[in-house]
């Protein structure tokens, strides 16, 4: 594998992503040893160029979110299909400005593995040491009784119950 890339690797689509949990606490994506892809759901991505200078990352990033709620709006306003389509070509030129999409940003020649499933290309072994690692940290937290987990799930338990056997 290529050596290590600079510390701040950030892929614009996850770092600015508001969700409706407080984001302050959401563990950071997992990052390739390289810097170069964030692993979501098992799938690598192509992270944000780090040579990028952090005002200019920061303007593109801000861009991309006012383009993405641009689609979101437009999309729940049913506005024409150019208008949505012009929304989405703002996304994709942000996007490709910040090097998660487009050309690669490494210059050593490596293959793009964006969209691929880590298990599935050469940093297989790297991810499932990765998963490992997750798993054990995960596991801890839970053995040491998180005691908003147990709460959520003994919350959930009758939803559960009376979904099943309204199945059946």
Do not use: C
Not at 27 to 50: H, S
Not at 63 to 81: F, P, S
Not at 124 to 130: L, P
């Amino acid at each position: 594998m290529p050596k290590a890339a600079p510390a701040r690797t950030t892929h614009a689509s996850s770092s600015s992503r508001s969700t409706k949990s407080d984001s302050s606490t959401a563990p950071p994506p997992l990052t390739t040893p390289d810097g170069r892809y964030i692993v979501v759901k098992g799938a690598l991505w192509r992270a944000t160029n780090p040579s990028l200078p952090e005002a200019e990352r920061q303007a593109l990033v801000d861009a991309l979110m006012t383009a993405r709620r641009d689609v979101g709006v437009r999309m729940r306003a049913n506005a024409g299909e150019a208008e949505v389509r012009e929304a989405r070509s703002r996304v994709d030129a942000a996007k490709r400005a910040l090097g998660e999409r487009g050309p690669v940003w490494w210059t050593d020649g490596a293959s793009d593995w964006n969209r691929k499933q880590a298990k599935n290309t050469p940093y297989a072994d790297w991810y499932a040491g990765a998963q490992g690692e997750q798993a054990e940290v995960e596991g801890k937290g839970a053995a040491e009784g998180d005691e908003v987990a147990s709460a959520a799930t003994a919350q959930d338990a009758p939803r559960r119950s009376t979904r099943a056997s309204k199945q059946t």
